[in-house]
């Protein structure tokens, strides 16, 4: 398997997990009086950053399955 193709079938699980990680960031960051995201920010956020997010877990993936093919 290709690593794009990887990429693209993790990519929502990423985007995702990136939308989350931003929305509790910005819960955490309104202790120190910054805005807390609204959840459509929080998405467009995980859309941008999942993408780097994914292909560096994908390229982590590709490498394991190397590593178990020996």
Known sequence: ????????????????????????????????????????QSVLGGVILGVPATWAFARHIKRLMAVADG
Do not use: C, E, Q
């Open 1 to 40: 398997m290709s690593l794009r193709r990887l990429t693209l079938i993790l990519y929502p699980f990423g985007a995702g997990a990136m939308a989350v990680n931003l929305f509790f960031a910005s819960l955490i960051w309104s202790w120190i009086g910054w805005p807390v995201l609204t959840p459509v």
